[in-house]
């Protein structure tokens, strides 16, 4: 990754949110919802700080993508609020949404099909601008030299989050972990001021997931607050400030990533569920390993 790009790649992000430091990045009040009979989020309530690296933990379909889909609009809640910077957003579609300046990105990458690497980061940009179609369609000089630095900016942005393989490539035809980073560069480009990343780091090797987490610091020093479902204990501890964990979609434990990890209600989450032992295993080791490395 490019670091020097850092400021030229989202500093327009900066430019266009104001992001006020009293109010909490995301705060979730009350959060319920069920599908049929099953109470997938109930009664959630949890603070997001500005800036700040957040985890999103809990065992396999404890509701935390559930969680990310009611913030990004995506369905609906039944009950309770969700604010960012203080804006409420609970009941708002999708695109209104990501206007308030959340981005995300998915546990199964969701890409266009037929768009190339840099087309696809290019849409990110183009999400929020009021399209003056005439222009597009007349091809005017104007529009032509936006095209350009559109897509020099989203090759910045390509080349900041570690995609190798060649702008012109169809999103589609890359390997996984690739197509993840193409997804943060898309998500990056609406300019978000809260980023949620919904286990990124799946099909990525310990040395990407590393790259990940370093990645994640610098966009924090830019001010933008991330909220990260990840299973790898290991690097929540690393590099997440605050975390909370669910289970059955209730909230049973929250603060510091150590002391959440260490929590009894948390561990009897992880113990208690034989498919996750793979998981507790990864937190057992945690528990005996008190280094950051
Ligand atoms: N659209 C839906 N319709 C019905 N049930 C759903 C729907 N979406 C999620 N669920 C259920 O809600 C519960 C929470 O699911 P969710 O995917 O949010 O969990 P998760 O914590 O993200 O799990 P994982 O770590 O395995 O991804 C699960 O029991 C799931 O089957």
Same mark, same amino acid.
């Given at each position: ?16 949110? &104001? ?28 603070? =997001? ?47 209104? =949404? ?6 995300? &990105? ?9 768009? &190339? ?43 900041? =989050? ?19 980073? =193409? ?98 295993? &990864? ?11």
């Amino acid at each position: 990754m490019n670091a020097d790009n850092a400021h030229a790649a989202t500093g327009h992000a900066q430019a266009t949110h &104001t992001v006020d430091a009293d109010s909490a990045a995301l705060d979730v009040r009350g959060l319920s919802k069920t599908f049929g009979g099953l109470r997938a989020v109930d009664d959630l309530s949890f603070r =997001v700080p500005p800036q700040s690296i957040f985890g999103l933990l809990g065992p396999n379909g404890a509701g935390k993508t559930t969680v990310l889909n009611l913030i990004s609009g995506l369905i609906k809640p039944d009950h309770g609020s969700i604010t960012v910077f203080g804006d409420e957003i609970a009941r708002e579609p999708a695109h209104r =949404v990501a206007r308030a300046g959340v981005a995300r &990105t998915y546990q199964n990458v969701r890409l266009f099909p037929a768009l &190339t690497v840099l087309e696809t980061v290019m849409t990110g940009f183009y999400q929020h601008r009021q399209a003056q179609l005439w222009h597009s369609v007349l091809c005017l000089p104007s529009e032509r030299r936006e095209r350009r630095e559109v897509a020099e900016r989203a090759r910045e942005l390509l080349d900041r =989050v570690g995609v190798t393989a060649p702008p012109e490539r169809l999103a589609e035809a890359l390997p996984y972990g690739e197509q993840r980073r =193409v997804e943060i560069a898309r998500a990056l480009a609406t300019q978000p001021k809260v980023l949620m990343l919904d286990e990124p780091t799946a099909g990525m090797n310990d040395v990407e997931s590393e790259s990940l987490g370093q990645l994640m610091f610098s966009l924090r020093e830019e001010g933008i607050s991330l909220v990260l479902i990840e299973h790898n204990v290991k690097l929540v501890l690393k590099f997440c400030s605050d975390a909370a964990v669910i289970n059955f979609g209730e909230l049973i434990a929250e603060g510091d990533p150590r002391a959440c990890v260490e929590d009894p209600d948390v561990q009897a989450a992880y113990f208690g569920k034989q498919s996750d032992a793979e998981r507790l295993n &990864t937190v057992l080791r945690v528990r005996g390993d008190h280094g950051t490395d």
